[in-house]
């Protein structure tokens, strides 16, 4: 078997600027080896800052900001392409090595036509004609499942949207015919249900065109659909390598074994309780005037149990928990907290009714003052609803970040000064400082690295386990709601579909949507992707 | 903080300020002659008794400077921090406000900045008794209109943080809001913009003396020396060009302070050090 791609003892340094510190030089890769043969796949895995980005990068010879390869060969075909100067690099890349980026509403340029920009590297690089390269575009576009492909390409990016976007990307790698491609995350930022297109998309795309793929992503599930082998990545080392089979079935290392895992029922559904701590009864809500985003949306949370909301984007999840909070008016129905009704705007509620409702951000980052300690971000609740000052704060500041598992060493830190992990468990520790009855978590983890994201539930499990607290959780993950909730609610565009305990919310008879929703969950098995495609076609036929 | 942290163009601002503001505050003591003291002939080269020569009318130069530094440096310092405290407070509660406050203030900041500054401030300065905290209070106020827009669009981002979101909902009041969570996050900009306006606000109340509604002869001013002095430079005379430079010195030395102190605050927030 020739191999395409071989990397020998690959080392990436990089270097750091810490606060207020002399900028230092630190190692991101330590000798990553690997080997790709023609046509195969092969996946990375890994948490944030595993590194596994850079590696892929790396098989084009590049580095992204500051980034530099201090070690080691890439040798495609046999030749070290680390070696070559800048022109020899340019002749590969875009020409035998393509690269598809994660977002790729911000890798498209939106003043030209995808067409245009999807041909480019192939005309570029004299492998075609202009003409024969939009042939091969169209040819491309029908492969990828793309609407109307004769004439797709005379769009503009913001005409189509970000499921077909991703799909033109790769339509853009495989239009000069590339040995390889290097995929960064692509279906990370979509939703579920279109997350599954386009990864079908893609695979039968390389499939047609037999070009070998790094498949970059940190969902163990979605990889194990797609490549051949995996390379499971941590810390810039290589922690396991071996076939998709091996690695889903019987990992030999712990902490492939904890990816492998990570998905579990953490909670038992609680009964169900007829006297709810918070009601929404029968709400509409609009942004600026006509546009409706909820309709008619009624559920209830009874006290100390969790209420999973889980919808794909759009489908007015969010805004749920901007008319609890009072940020939106509801233009018709109320939200009802201990039996009585919440005045419709924060501006005129109390203060004691402010304290009662928290909020969880999914971006802890922009949830927190970054000119602030932890001190004050967590304490300003104390002193704001209980009038705590001076030694009496500091002493219950640092009883929250012991209930949050942080310990009091981290009370003058920065918001950048903490992992993306630990940052959120501070957002927790401020909201649990104002004593509250509920928390409203909106996809407080989703910006986070699955392991890292399993803490967090598990906190939050805990701390509800021990004060009763209620959690309204918005989500789009099947996995988180699987494993948190006590009863559902899923949403559709606005409205709620279907609304009860996990286990009835969970079992058949479905709707279309919810049914739809749980058939897109990747599940962390072989073959899972051929057979849901198999049933929808048998149902597409059938109708 | 550490001596050693300080950065060697960061020392040069500070000596320099501190020169200046030495000069300010002593300037009887160290001056060798008087403010309006006659001592000698027009013009006279630098050396000798007069260690930078002497002006049109045979004062001393460099005691004229030292005198000069108290009116300028005390103008155009309390002209900018008073133009800084109104423009934030104003721009910031228009940005936290939004809606009509947003909209009224913003239109007549946009009507105030409409007419062109030189000419609005000689008219409004001859209308009014010539008194010191007159001229500072008109230098504030039109300054302000600048800071203003600055504030608000920095302010208007900072605004839609989670962040503010969140003492909103916690029931935090507008100067909470204002004071706590928006102006530390706004800092970096309003201190670049600081150090510019105080150089620009030593520059318009030289222009200002230039015209004759600023500082008033015989009392000493940087702006006032280089008007005094310069038809000398057709005789080749450099009288007017020391306290040019002068003027220059110090807004390069505001400069340089502020620009360390940015980095340092930028720094907090874990950007790359050169923010």
Redesign the interface.
Known sequence: MAELLEVRDLKIGATA?P??EP?QDITIVHGVSFTLQKGKVLGLIGESGAGKSTIGLAALAYGRGGVRITGGEVLLDGEDILALGGSGIRDIRGRRVCYVAQSAAAAFNPAHRLGDQVVEAAVRHGVMSRSEAWERAKYLFGVLGLPDPDSFGRRYPHQVSGGQLQRAMTAMALCPGPELIVFDEPTTALDVTTQIDVLAAIKRAIEETHTAALYITHDLAVVAQISDDIMVLRHGNMVEYGSVQQIIEEPKEDYTRDLVSVTQTLKDEAPDQSDSLLRIDSVDAAYSGDFKVLHDVSVHLPRGQTLAVVGESGSGKSTLARVI???LPPSRGEVIFKGAALPPE?AN?N?EQ??Q?Q?L?Q?AD???????TVRDIVG??LT?YFGLRGAEKTRRVAELLEQIEMGKGFIDR????LSGGQKQRVCIA?ALA?EPEVILCDEPTSALDPLVAKGILKLLLRLQAETQLSYLFITHDIATVRAIADSIAVMYQGRVVRFGPKSKVLSPPFDDYTDLLLKSVPEMRLGWLEEVLTTRRMGSAGH | MKWRAIPLSAWIGIVGLAIAIFCAVFAPLIAPYGEREVVGDIWLPMGGDFVLGTDNLGRDLLSRLIYGAQTTIFVALAATVLSFSLGVMLSFTAAVVGGWTDQGLSRINDLMMSIPTLIFALIVLAVLPQELWILILVMAVLDSTRVFRLGRAVAVDVTVMEFVEAARLRGEGRMWIIFREILPNTLSPLLAEFGLRFAFAVLFLSTLSFLGLGIQPPEADWGGIVKDNKDGIIFGIPAALIPGAAIAGLAICVNLVVDWLLKRTSSLKGGRGDG
């Open positions: 600027y606060p207020g900028p909070t009072g940020l924060f509620r203060k402010l304290r409702v909020m951000y971006m922009t949830a927190m003052n970054p000119r602030q300003r609740p704001f920065y918001p950048a000064e401020r104002a």
